[in-house]
């Protein structure tokens, strides 16, 4: 069995207030750590039938990055869904919700 670790590090301000996020992993192509404005991770707890999460951003993420961030991550939530599930229609579904969402945003900037 092949072991993979995942390293992050967070370097937080004065305020407690992400700085900086660095992360790295064992498997992959790139041995130097990866810098990243914006994290989600969720883990399940089936015992507790719970998700358990940890969602930070730096100041430097700017609103229109959050918004592709987010959009990005629906697309690729449905992607994964389909994978497990076969659910094609609930895929579709979630989808069509990310691209209006993403819409809505570009139309409020818009409108800035």
């Not at 609103?63 to 939530?77: H, I, K, L, P, S």
């Amino acid at each position: 069995m092949t072991q993979s670790t995942i390293t992050i590090d967070v370097n937080l301000d004065e305020q407690k207030i992400p700085h900086q996020i660095m992360w790295n992993a064992t498997q992959s192509n790139s041995e130097a750590k990866q810098e990243a404005k914006a994290m989600m991770i969720s883990f399940w707890d089936g015992k507790e039938r719970a998700a358990l999460r940890i969602d930070l951003w730096t100041k430097e993420m700017m609103v229109d990055e959050m918004a592709d961030f987010y959009y990005q991550t629906m697309m690729t939530m449905a992607d994964t869904f389909e994978r497990a599930t076969h659910q094609a229609e609930l895929v579709n579904e979630m989808k069509g919700f990310a691209q209006t969402f993403y819409t809505k945003f570009k139309q409020t900037q818009e409108k800035q």
